[in-house]
């Protein structure tokens, strides 16, 4: 089955800084990539996605590029601030296997005003 | 649009209840709807597929008849611990997917923190 690698496990940035999250992925069926993230006692929210047709997609300060060939992908956020304090999970899933995403374990990102 | 509710948020239960957990997709339809665990400072690992009109999908591990699985309408799958013990105590977290959406995007709602006593 799919495994899905995250790093870091913890992310400390200053508050305008860049924070930059990475996920390996080991199927290379899979072709739907989330990234979601999660604030305390919450449910994961999705903050974009990106699928295997693409290599990279932005949405304001968030973007997400994906290398197939590497079966890597990550997550950026530009121009931080203290409300992206949150934990981030990156996931991929694959048609065939019901569409059922793989998490990573997570990444707790702390932004110091 | 895309809300997905869960209820309730918290239970607390003594331990050999059985405690179930609703998952309704508001503004859509959903024939299929996951069930996820999450631990503390975990990943969320996924329990089991719930699919609409039939048997529930249970990922490796998991006891079918610990958690049991209903997903009689297309907007309503609900969880089931029956005969709960302190070890059961998890965040529980639902999905679901819209069945007029195409991108299979999955909506989660916020969760349900079961403590058992």
């Known amino acids: 089955g799919e495994n899905v690698e995250q790093h870091p496990s913890t992310l400390s940035v200053q508050e305008g800084d860049s924070a930059v999250i990475k996920c390996t992925y080991s199927d290379s069926a899979s072709n739907y990539f989330p990234w979601y993230k999660q604030e305390l006692g919450k449910g994961p929210q999705l903050i974009i996605d990106?699928?295997?047709?693409?290599g990279e997609k932005k949405d304001q300060r968030i973007a997400v590029t994906l290398n197939k060939t590497a079966k890597h992908f990550s997550l950026h956020i530009t121009e931080t601030q203290p409300e992206d304090s949150a934990v981030y999970f990156c996931a991929a899933s694959e048609a065939a296997a019901g569409n059922k995403l793989t998490f990573g374990g997570g990444t707790r990102v702390l932004v110091k005003p | 649009g895309a809300v997905v509710s869960q209820h309730p948020s918290r239970v607390i239960c003594k331990s050999g209840t059985s405690v179930k957990i609703e998952c309704r997709s508001l503004?859509?339809?959903?024939?299929?709807m996951f069930w996820y665990r999450q631990f503390p400072k975990k990943s969320l690992m996924l329990m089991a597929t719930s699919n609409e009109g039939s048997k529930a999908t249970y990922e490796q591990g998991v006891e079918k008849d610990k958690f049991l699985i209903n997903h009689a309408s297309l907007t309503l799958s609900t969880l089931t611990v029956t005969s709960a013990h302190p070890e059961d105590s998890s965040f529980y977290i639902c999905s679901a997917r819209d069945l007029a959406d195409a991108k299979n995007i999955q909506y989660f709602g916020a969760g349900t923190r079961l403590s058992v006593l």
């Open positions: 990106i699928r295997s047709n693409v």
């Open positions: 503004d859509f339809q959903a024939t299929t």
